[in-house]
């Protein structure tokens, strides 16, 4: 029978019975399988990486605990603070410069242009080719075909490869990481600028606003959301840059243009792997705090 209540007339008044869902058992046949394979392939390697972390392990045959020796010697190692030094100074670079094309292109296609269309499906092609076909294509460009016409121009800076100069070779990458990553920014802000109400920008023509004041005045700020979106997620991505690094300079000149996700690598075949699992602990946190922030900036934000 079911329970009552009385309101503050002192009617009673009869409380609804609780009735529990029923998941039904289709629910587990695809959620089973999945955290299956998700704690086989991505938690349990995890979790052994992170205890090797604490060992002396070459990533096999006899290891002992030997604690906090690794972090130690990683937050001391000229060679992996260089690592981190820059992927985050060419991540902040590359996004910045992403960002800013993205959302200028977007703006132009999605304005009163003939073949619009047209133009937003070449402009999406790099993003569906592999990273290191992109980065051994540009690799000959930046040896033969850049030097080539440099020599041809009378260009002294351009006559040799940029990929063979320690101080330069980091404006390559930049390029070519970003004539790749542009494409999905791009798509995002296209969204984003589609979204926004026809009538607002009729409202402000009839006010007397120029484009310049509606861009500034009424699209950034809608679009801000969208802003933040990109900047967060492309900021991740460039920190895990390896593919295009590796086809175009392999690290090098020297280790100049190490990433940490190649330094994580590079160690692992190079009989240093609990100790650049030490490394690789320390990025996973770091890469964690940075999502959270993300959570935080993003929070509220009704931005699709």
Known sequence: MATTTLITTGTPVPRPPRSRRRVEGVYYLFLVPTLVLFSLAITLPAIIGIVSSFTNSIGFGDWKFIGFTNYVAAFGDPAILQSYLFTFGFALVTVVLVNALAFLLAVGLTGKIRLKTTLRTVFVVPMVISGIIIAFVFNFLFSNALPA???????????TSLLANPDLAW?????????QAIPGTLLIYIAGL?????????????????????????????????????????????????????????????????????????????GDYAYQMANATIFF????????????????????
Do not use: C, H
């Open 149 to 159: 016409l440099g020599s041809a121009l009378g260009i002294d800076v351009l006559s």
């Open 171 to 179: 404006i390559a990458i930049v390029i070519v990481t970003a004539w």
């Open 194 to 270: 589609l979204a926004i109400p026809t009538e607002v920008y009729e409202a402000a023509d009839l006010d007397g606003a120029s484009r310049w004041q509606q861009l500034r005045r009424i699209t950034l700020p809608l679009v801000a959301g969208y802003v933040v979106i990109n900047v967060i997620l492309g900021f991740k991505n460039f920190l895990n840059a390896y593919d295009i690094i590796f086809g175009l300079t392999g690290g090098g000149p020297g280790t100049s243009t190490r990433s940490i996700a190649m330094t994580i690598v590079t160690g692992f075949t190079g």
């Open 285 to 304: 946190v770091i890469v964690i705090l940075i999502s959270l922030i993300q959570l935080r900036i993003t929070r509220g934000r009704n931005t699709f």
